[in-house]
């Protein structure tokens, strides 16, 4: 059982001079101006941009290296009457990608159609196996590749092999081994790209594509493109921008930012049918992809076939019933999903809780035999959180090969420390916080060690407790409307701009805690006044210590049957310690 706070409290720095321009100029209140000056980094300037994201503010998608070569090949097939396949990915990224490019494509006259790997069967990305399936399946003479591809080296020179060209549109980093030899790729994690544009994930550099598509095509006079825009499609790509936890800053916050609100009234079939059958009420927001629309999404994918969630995508108006249908299906899907989630998760806690020591165990290596491939990535991320270390969850299969997923912990980057065990892993691949890899289950022994070791070199002397960045202490008399409707100026919320963490001192509950369901927490505080309620999700098993408190909450509108109120979301509690405190 936790302690009263196991969390290191930071008060974020800010420029007391831009936090006066910012309360000034933009008429916020003390506590939201310093919020963002303490967290965005930029200048006055910057910030206005920032809180006024323009579509006219994007990057124009010809200065992307490798695009006007992507849009004259794309089209010079489509004039051809070419078979044009798209390929793509089974998550959430590179299913709204795909469905993007299906519709663009098909819009502008081409013989498309799409093709989804099978997570367990194909693996990610475009393999020498997978291109023959689908080649067999759609006999195409182009091959754009979404969210994968850039470092599918074999698969590409087969393709070539075959006579088959290959367009590759990707946002991630290279391997090791090279690039694919495409006959063009559009990726920004290659270099040469505006930094802006770096960060998209795979729906946003197919949206790139298609934006300067269509243009070309307008350019050229050609008619299917004249009526043709493609910020219509901007809610696809909000849901698979927010869905893959890209930054939400600069180029995504603008598409965020404007494909909320064609969410909101959205004409797609598909995405209608999720938000019905999800029972999401009131304002569509990165909350709603984040917890409840993608993990729909993703739910086929993961546990094998990510078609179901295509097909719902591409549904057209008249499938108002199929989409329905399609919806409850993932519906069910996230369900079983969850399900054997918990369940790995309670066995590989299990595990580790037998022989942790927190001075010794530094990096995580868990596996066992019959762990579901699809799922293991949630719970390395679940588990890097409870014990708050970089985590390897291995699933061993019987052909020999353990394939694991691997996350990290801020400011460790994970990648770097797999190379240092590279002699012991079949392969592996991935950036700072995420990783995959496959391991020989006689090595994974050696390699749990090996791991360990060099985790142990960075981390050893740290802090190793989760740091919690509060944006500003408030008095309890500054909750209210305006301090959320002040906030709510910088949504939409995400990773790189999370809702404010606001802190309030010396405040006491009326009332002793009690558990809400299963594993929450709830308080009742009296702040300025007013009697607010508090909840602390995941929270039912802390101890909260008699006396005042400090508390670092969210400040949210809660929705309960016809009634709208402000709650608090607990964030962390500790005992109430004087203003200026070393651990603020």
């Known amino acids: 059982m936790l302690g009263w706070s196991e969390k290191r409290w930071v008060t974020a720095p800010a420029d007391a001079d831009l936090v006066e321009e910012l309360a000034a100029k933009h008429r916020f209140s003390r506590p939201m101006a310093r919020t963002l000056a303490a967290r965005s980094g930029l200048d006055a300037g910057a910030i206005d941009k920032f809180l006024h994201p323009r579509l006219d503010d994007l990057t124009d998608p010809f200065a992307l290296p490798g695009m006007q070569a992507t849009v004259d090949l794309i089209l010079t097939h489509i004039e051809q009457g070419s078979h044009i396949l798209v390929y793509g990915d089974y998550d959430v990224d590179g299913v709204t990608a795909t469905a993007l490019m299906i519709q663009v494509l098909s819009r502008l006259g081409a013989l498309v159609m799409p093709f989804l790997p099978?997570?367990?069967?194909?693996?990610?990305?475009?393999?020498?196996?997978?291109?023959?399936?689908?080649?067999?399946?759609?006999?195409?003479?182009?091959?754009?590749?979404?969210?994968?591809?850039?470092?599918?080296?074999?698969a590409v020179r087969e393709a070539a092999r075959l006579g088959i060209e290959v367009i590759v549109t990707d946002h991630h980093e290279p391997a090791s081994e090279g690039i694919a030899e495409a006959q063009a790729i559009?990726?920004?994690?290659?270099?040469?790209?505006?930094?802006?544009?770096?960060?998209?994930?795979?729906?946003?550099?197919?949206?790139?594509?298609?934006?300067?598509?269509?243009a070309e095509a307008q350019k050229r006079g050609m008619e299917a493109a004249l009526d043709l825009d493609p910020n219509d499609f901007m809610d696809l790509v909000a849901v698979g921008t927010v869905?893959?936890?890209?930054?939400?800053?600069?180029?995504?916050?603008?598409?965020?930012?404007?494909?909320?609100?064609?969410?909101?009234?959205t004409q797609s079939v598909g995405l209608r049918a999720l938000i019905r059958n999800a029972r999401i009420t009131g304002t569509v927001d990165t909350y709603h992809i984040g917890f409840i629309i993608g993990p729909r999404i993703n739910a086929a994918g993961r546990l094998g076939n990510a078609e179901v969630a295509l097909e719902l995508m591409l549904t057209e108006p008249e499938q108002e019933e199929r989409a329905m249908f399609l919806a409850q299906q993932l519906d069910d899907a996230s369900r079983r999903r969850q399900e054997i989630e918990d369940k790995i998760v309670q066995e590989a806690c299990g595990d580790l809780d037998a022989h942790f020591d927190e001075n010794r165990d530094f990096g995580l290596v868990v596996a066992h035999r019959d762990w579901h491939a699809g799922v293991i990535g949630i719970v390395a991320s679940r588990i890097a959180?409870?014990?708050?270390?970089?985590?390897?969850?291995?699933?061993?299969?019987?052909d020999g090969v353990g394939r694991g997923s691997c996350r990290s912990v801020p400011g460790f980057d994970l990648l770097q420390h797999l190379e240092q065990c590279s002699p012991m892993l079949r392969r592996y691949g991935g950036h700072a916080m995420a990783a995959g890899l496959e391991v020989d289950h006689a090595r994974i022994d050696e390699f749990r060690e090996r791991f360990n070791e060099v985790c142990a070199v960075t981390l050893s002397q740290a802090d190793r407790r989760q740091k919690l960045q509060i944006d500003a202490w408030i008095a309890?008399?500054?909750?209210?409307?305006?301090?959320?409707?002040?906030?709510?100026?910088?949504?939409p919320f995400g990773h790189?701009?999370?809702r404010p963490i606001w802190g309030i001192r010396n405040v006491t509950p009326l009332f002793p805690a009690r558990l809400s369901g299963d594993k929450h927490l709830k308080i009742i505080f009296e702040l300025g006044g007013i009697r607010r309620e508090a909840i602390g999700f995941g929270m039912g098993d802390r101890q909260v210590?008699?006396?005042?408190?400090?508390?670092?909450?969210?400040?949210?509108?809660?929705?309960?049957?016809?009634?709208?109120y402000l709650q608090l979301h607990l964030q962390d509690f500790r005992p109430a310690q004087p203003k200026g405190a070393a651990a603020d």
Not at 186 to 214: Q, S, T, W
Not at 243 to 248: E, F, K, N, Y
């Open 385 to 398: 959180n409870r014990y708050n270390r970089p985590v390897v969850v291995i699933g061993m299969d019987d």
């Open 118 to 154: 099978h997570r367990i069967e194909d693996g990610y990305g475009l393999g020498v196996d997978t291109l023959h399936r689908s080649i067999e399946l759609h006999h195409p003479r182009l091959i754009i590749t979404v969210d994968c591809g850039t470092s599918s080296i074999e």
């Open 243 to 265: 869905a893959d936890i890209v930054p939400l800053l600069q180029e995504n916050r603008i598409l965020v930012y404007h494909g909320l609100a064609l969410l909101n009234r």
């Open 186 to 214: 559009v990726n920004p994690k290659l270099g040469g790209y505006p930094e802006a544009v770096r960060m998209l994930a795979g729906v946003g550099v197919a949206f790139k594509v298609c934006c300067g598509l269509i």
């Open 476 to 491: 309890p008399e500054d909750i209210g409307d305006p301090l959320y409707h002040d906030q709510n100026r910088l949504h």
């Open 545 to 564: 210590p008699e006396g005042p408190l400090d508390i670092a909450f969210n400040l949210i509108l809660n929705r309960y049957r016809d009634r709208e």
């Open 496 to 498: 790189s701009n999370p």
